[in-house]
């Protein structure tokens, strides 16, 4: 499950009650700034709340306390982060930030960055007991109502991304002008765990995007282990990148976790980023080219060909249909069939 939210600050001063089931408001900025709408921004929030605190990479500690005593009387009941974004990061001055905050509350933070950032530090000490909200863009383009997509890239030092802020260019009805849209990977409960005092880094949704359905014959497009057991902890051998597999179903593990498990048992991790799915399985496929000579079936099971048809062919499709051993067929619009393998044939529409 996830929840929609966005997040706030002093300059949308004046924002009402908007949909969503979550706000997190910045509530201070190093160790002067008080967001001056805070109170108010409050009042007309969801009753998930987060607070966040900007920071100027000054003292650790007076930077804490003075957000601190700004949210006293919601530790324990909303959210906190610590949204670091300064020229020059110090992955140890955000983990001392971050400790410090927790051994005054009990209260384990969040750290907001954008995932280049995460990209290009070490950030594995603070990934280990904190958990992460991640900002990436694609385009500034308008995103009517809440839309969440996966992430462009992925992160490399969390396993789980928390909170994702998918768009700086959100608009919702009752507030004229762009918000950030964010979405969280768990339930109400999930979001009051981490508001929580004892509160400890827990598994959201994998910052991957994982096969949900059932690909019949996926690449690897890098070097992959294939493992013993649906977990993915007990590496069984490692295949170079291009190596084919055939699938012989997928597995659930938990959340939005799947896994690919061959036919002799073993397992693989099921990332889109590291698989590619061999056939097109979209109906939304209209019109394909030729790679390479391929042979026109009249029944779906290909048993009888009808002729073979050079490169460069274009075919109408009017249907992507399944066949009993589970490949993936393109039915064109005669009514004959071919392979939907991307080796063989090329969306065009």
Known sequence: MTLNGIDVAGYQSGIGKTAGDFRIIKATEGTGYTNPALSAQIKTAPSLLGFYHFASNGNYTKEADYFLSKVKPYIGKAVLVLDYEPSHPSVSWAKNWLDYVYSKTGVRPLIYMGLAVENAYDWSTVA????????QYNNYNTVSG??????YGSVKHWKDVTIFQYSSAGRLSGWNANLDFDVFYGDKNSWLAYAN???KVTESVPAH???????RVVKALVDVYTYKDEDCTKQAKKWPEGTEFEIAKVVHVSGSVYRLQLANGLYLS?????????????NSLKQVKLLKPV??????ERQHALRSYPKGTIFDVK???KTKSGLWEIETTSGFYMTSNKDYVSKTK
């Not at 280990?128 to 900002?135: P, R, S, T």
Request: hydrophobic residues 35%; charged residues 15%; glycine residues 4%.
């Open 270 to 282: 099921s990332w889109t980023s590291h698989f590619w799915n061999m056939y097109y399985c979209d």
């Open 319 to 321: 249907a992507i249909v």
């Open 295 to 300: 042979y026109l079936y009249k029944d779906i």
């Open 197 to 199: 005092s004892g509160n």
């Open 146 to 151: 809440f839309k969440p997509r996966s992430i």
């Open 128 to 135: 280990k007991d904190y958990g992460l909200w991640v900002a």
């Open 209 to 215: 995007e994982y096969f949900n359905w059932n690909p």
